[in-house]
């Protein structure tokens, strides 16, 4: 296995999921419920839209060498675009409810409306996962950490290592909004995080623009 494909995922994915709308999303689902009743609903979402994502990108490492890091340093490049973006959204208040409708927000109230509506009423391991599944699966479609995924298993043509290093992160992450709770984003600098995670795409486009150059 490509260790090196597995922690570099790892580091990428789990930077760029800490400032992501569906890490608040497992937040105020985890301030609901049982912590590891949402946990197991949130992984299995998470480990579908990996295996997804991987499943894409070794389609795209089927290209020619020079025609992957092409694509590879422009979607690294868009990738740090978007965690900048993604960034500029105050969790804090989207956990709190505070956000207006549409874009990290929207996800985070529609979590919190499944949330209550659930919590009506008793909720046994099924539903909470089951819910906790659906809100996070959508969430997550066509999200950052998604194309990411699927980039990096186009950049390095190790599906497995990609895979294990992307779910664990987004698992990682998801265990520590849930067991942290709101007392997590009064510690987290996301502005920080956010920057660094940018970075680290940025670095990685100028690699696989230096590798396409190169031939």
Same mark, same amino acid.
């Given at each position: 296995?490509?260790?090196?494909?597995?922690?570099?995922?790892?580091?990428?994915?789990?930077?760029?999921?800490?400032?992501?709308?569906?890490?608040?999303?497992?937040?105020?689902?985890?301030?609901?419920?049982?912590?590891?009743?949402?946990?197991?609903?949130?992984?299995?979402?998470?480990?579908?839209?990996?295996?997804?994502?991987?499943?894409?990108?070794?389609?795209?490492?089927?290209?020619?060498?020079? %025609? !992957?890091? &092409?694509? #590879?340093? $422009?979607?690294?490049?868009?990738? *740090?675009? /978007?965690?900048?973006?993604? =960034? +500029?959204?105050?969790?804090?208040?989207?956990?709190?409810?505070?956000?207006?409708?549409?874009?990290?927000?929207?996800?985070?109230?529609?979590?919190?409306?499944?949330?209550?509506?659930?919590?009506?009423?008793?909720?046994?391991?099924?539903?909470?996962?089951?819910?906790?599944?659906?809100?996070?699966?959508?969430?997550?479609?066509?999200?950052?950490?998604?194309?990411?995924?699927?980039?990096?298993?186009?950049?390095?043509?190790?599906?497995? %290592? !990609?895979? &294990?290093? #992307?779910? $664990?992160?987004?698992?990682?992450? *998801?265990? /520590?909004?849930?067991?942290? =709770? +709101?007392?997590?984003?009064?510690?987290?600098?996301?502005?920080?995080?956010?920057?660094?995670?940018?970075?680290?795409?940025?670095?990685?486009?100028?690699?696989?623009?230096?590798?396409?150059?190169?031939?």
């Amino acid at each position: 296995m490509n260790l090196t494909a597995a922690f570099v995922t790892f580091g990428v994915i789990f930077l760029a999921e800490l400032p992501d709308k569906t890490m608040v999303a497992s937040l105020v689902l985890g301030s609901r419920f049982r912590p590891l009743y949402v946990w197991a609903g949130v992984a299995a979402a998470f480990a579908v839209q990996v295996t997804l994502a991987v499943a894409a990108g070794s389609a795209i490492s089927l290209l020619p060498g020079r %025609a !992957v890091d &092409i694509v #590879a340093a $422009l979607l690294f490049a868009l990738g *740090a675009v /978007l965690v900048l973006r993604e =960034g +500029r959204e105050d969790p804090d208040d989207e956990a709190e409810g505070g956000a207006a409708e549409g874009g990290p927000a929207g996800d985070v109230a529609a979590a919190e409306a499944v949330a209550e509506a659930d919590n009506a009423g008793k909720s046994g391991f099924l539903r909470v996962a089951a819910t906790s599944f659906v809100v996070v699966f959508v969430a997550e479609l066509g999200d950052l950490t998604q194309f990411s995924t699927a980039n990096l298993a186009a950049r390095y043509s190790a599906p497995v %290592a !990609v895979w &294990i290093g #992307a779910v $664990l992160a987004l698992w990682t992450v *998801a265990a /520590l909004a849930i067991a942290g =709770g +709101r007392s997590l984003l009064r510690v987290l600098s996301v502005r920080l995080i956010t920057r660094v995670a940018a970075t680290a795409f940025a670095v990685l486009a100028v690699i696989s623009l230096i590798d396409a150059i190169r031939g």
